[in-house]
């Protein structure tokens, strides 16, 4: 039995491939865009003190957060077209992707403004800074910055969730591989160049959300400059025991040798003399 992986006969397909790559990203990139501007919002609007907006995002995070995505697109494309309103398999696959991120991404950018110090938003308000200017420049960028991270993963998420977008015929990656398959029969090699592709994606999305990062978190760079410049620092290169105090911001002194005549009281040496 002869086993080998010839991917020759998907050269002409590499236009259909590159094509459903390029519409992915494109998802992927208007979703997560569009989804963490209104995931702020309803993270802002969770927290507030009107009850019902409060409740009300609370149920849209719960009620997106523990249903399928699958479901969430045949609701949108099948169940909205039984009520005369059509859309566009893009549309509707971009609208539920839109609708599943900015409930996870409110969640956790939530969860970062909460970790922001009561102290620090008290601090802004005596200082008379506005609501707008408070909740951006003190609530909402740190919170950012600290989660980061876990939104980068979500963006990574649900670029792989676009794949359940060729259920509704959305020609994206995963659609185009069904249907070049269909053809070629060479369904092994064509899930290998498949994965081989979101691979890539993943790869491109984590650098762009890399730089992104860099270019906007100045604090992060400046913090890294600045643990450069100490190891590059003779305090570095003290002894382990005086590291721990290096690290407190305690300067080592030079070791002096005790003395008793020196370490008694002045009134103490007089009284002993006289």
Request: net charge positive.
């Amino acid at each position: 039995m002869n086993f080998t992986l010839d991917f020759s006969s998907l050269a002409p397909y590499w236009p259909v491939f590159l094509r459903g790559a390029w519409l992915t990203l494109k998802m992927t990139t208007v979703a997560v865009i569009v989804g963490v501007a209104i995931g702020v919002f309803v993270a802002f609007a969770k927290s507030s003190k009107n009850l019902l907006v409060a409740r009300a995002c609370g149920a849209y995070i719960e009620a997106v957060r523990n249903t399928p995505f699958l479901v969430q697109i045949f609701l949108l494309y099948f169940g909205l077209a039984s009520l005369g309103i059509h859309m566009p398999t893009f549309a509707a696959a971009v609208l539920a992707m839109i609708i599943n991120i900015a409930a996870y991404a409110a969640e956790i950018i939530r969860a970062g403004i909460d970790s922001v110090p009561r102290g620090q938003i008290e601090a802004a308000e005596c200082l008379g800074l506005s609501v707008w200017r408070i909740r951006w420049h003190v609530m909402l960028q740190p919170a950012i910055e600290r989660v980061y991270p876990a939104l980068t993963s979500q963006f990574l998420l649900m670029m792989q969730a676009s794949a359940m977008a060729s259920q509704i015929s959305a020609e994206e990656l995963t659609a185009i591989a069904n249907t070049v398959q269909s053809d070629t029969f060479r369904s092994l090699k064509t899930y290998i160049v498949v994965a081989a592709l979101y691979l890539a994606l993943s790869v491109l999305v984590k650098l762009l959300a890399y730089a992104f990062g860099e270019y906007v978190f100045k604090r992060r760079r400046t913090i890294r400059r600045a643990a450069a410049l100490a190891r590059r620092s003779p305090v570095s290169r003290m002894p382990m025991a005086n590291a721990a105090g290096a690290a407190a911001g305690m300067v080592p002194v030079a070791h002096t040798p005790f003395i008793h005549g020196v370490s008694q009281p002045r009134d103490t040496v007089e009284g002993s003399a006289s």
